[in-house]
Structures are given as C-alpha cells and as structure tokens.
C-alpha cells in the first residue's frame, strides 16, 4: 500500500512538471516562426503588455493562490467554500481598482498605442481572467489532480497557440493575434472554471472580512 501510494505521488509529481516543461518549451519552439511573421515593434508591444499583465497580477486578488495554499489544509469543505467566495470577490474588487488605475496612467505608460482605452480595458480582463485560470490550478495541484492540471494546461496552450498562428499568418493580426487568441482561451476556460467551483462548491456567495484574515 504504501510504494502503491509512493507510485501515484511520484507519477503525479511527473505529470506535474512535465505539464509545465512541455508548457514552456512549445512557447520556445515557436519562437522561431513567429519572428517570421512579427516586427520588432511587435515583440516591443507584446514585451509590454506581458509586463503590464505581470504586474497587474500582482494587484488583482494580490496572490490568491498563496492565500488558498495557507489555507486549504486547515479548512474544512464548508468553510474552504465561504473563504473561496471572498477570495472572489477580493479578485473582482481589486480588478475594478487596478482598471482605474491603469485608465490613470494611459497617457503615461500607453502613449505608444493606438486605441488605448480599449486596451487597458483588455488588458485588464485579461489579467483578471489569468488570475481565475492560475487560481484553479492551485486547486487542482492542492487536490493532487494532475490528469485534470496537465488537460486543462494543454486545452490552453495549444487552440491558443494554434488561433494565434492564424491569426497572425492568415490574418495578418500581427501582435493582437497572440494577444487576442491568448485572451479568447482564457475567457473560455474561466467560465467552465466558474461552472466547476460552483458544481464542486468551492463557493458560496457570503462576504465575511474574517475569513481573509491569516
């Protein structure tokens, strides 16, 4: 029981990593063909923004999946349900709050783009849609669910990647076609995430600023 028991940790473990190599090193491998295709103000936008939405993370929901990591082993189903649903709406407060900011600084960080209110407004949803994305892989890395983390890491990487390179071939999208393909995913994906917190539930909707608190 116990090497059966060693097994499974080892080959989640396995599943695991290799999920997030395989991950890392698509992005690498098409490195090549879409210098093809992109400009070096191209990879200038898309360095931005990438930094922008690096940042923004920081802010929205201010890094909820430590917050469930600390606390999904003391808590109970219940309780892990009420402190889940203010780790919500926490992401969703501070979404709104950081849009305000961003539209704050749009004649200061933005002046190299065209159309800058709606891509703050992208940029933003983005980020908040990322923020959802990497909060139920915490939970499925928490549950020790590899099969579900390593599919719904593919069902991300590869449509995105692959509506990016047609967009941007076909289309002629330039660095919108990575943006946008990226950002198509995550919002498909979020809502089967939403949907699954709520089957699982993962959440309830009742506020208490108690349950935030370390």
């Given at each position: 029981?116990?090497?059966?028991l060693?097994?499974?940790?080892?080959?989640?473990?396995?599943?695991f990593?290799?999920?997030n190599?395989?991950n890392k090193?698509?992005n690498?491998?098409?490195?090549?063909?879409?210098t093809?295709?992109l400009s070096r103000d191209?990879y200038g936008?898309?360095?931005f923004?990438?930094?922008?939405?690096?940042i923004?993370s920081?802010y929205?929901?201010?890094?909820?999946g430590n917050?469930?990591?600390?606390?999904?082993s003391l808590?109970?189903?219940?309780k892990?349900a009420?402190?889940m649903?203010?780790?919500?709406?926490?992401?969703?407060?501070t979404?709104v709050?950081?849009l305000?900011?961003?539209?704050?600084?749009r004649?200061v960080?933005?002046?190299n783009?065209e159309?800058r209110d709606?891509l703050?407004?992208?940029?933003a949803?983005?980020?908040?849609?990322?923020v959802?994305?990497?909060?139920f892989n915490?939970?499925?890395?928490l549950?020790?669910?590899a099969?579900?983390?390593?599919?719904?890491?593919?069902?991300?990487?590869?449509?995105s990647l692959?509506?990016?390179l047609l967009?941007?071939?076909v289309f002629?999208f330039?660095?919108?076609g990575?943006?946008y393909a990226?950002?198509?995913?995550?919002f498909?994906?979020?809502?089967y995430?939403?949907?699954?917190f709520?089957?699982e539930?993962?959440v309830?909707?009742e506020f208490?600023t108690e349950?935030l608190?370390?």
């Open positions: 029981m116990k090497k059966l060693q097994n499974k940790l080892l080959g989640s473990a396995m599943i990593t290799l999920s190599i395989f090193g698509l690498f491998m098409l490195l090549p063909v879409l093809s295709y191209d936008h898309l360095g923004i990438v930094s922008v939405v690096a923004a920081i929205i929901g201010l890094w909820p917050f469930i990591m600390a606390k999904f808590l109970g189903k219940e892990m009420r402190y649903s203010n780790i919500l709406i926490l992401v969703f407060i979404f709050l950081t305000g900011v961003l539209f704050g600084l004649d960080i933005f002046v783009f159309e709606l703050i407004v992208t940029i949803v983005y980020t908040l849609l990322l959802i994305f990497n909060i915490t939970i499925t890395q549950e020790k669910d099969v579900r983390y390593a599919i719904f890491q593919f069902m991300y990487l590869f449509p692959a509506l990016a967009l941007i071939i002629h330039d660095w919108h990575k943006f990226e950002l198509l995913m995550l498909l994906l979020s809502l995430i939403l949907y699954y709520i089957r539930k993962y309830v909707w208490d349950k608190k370390a």
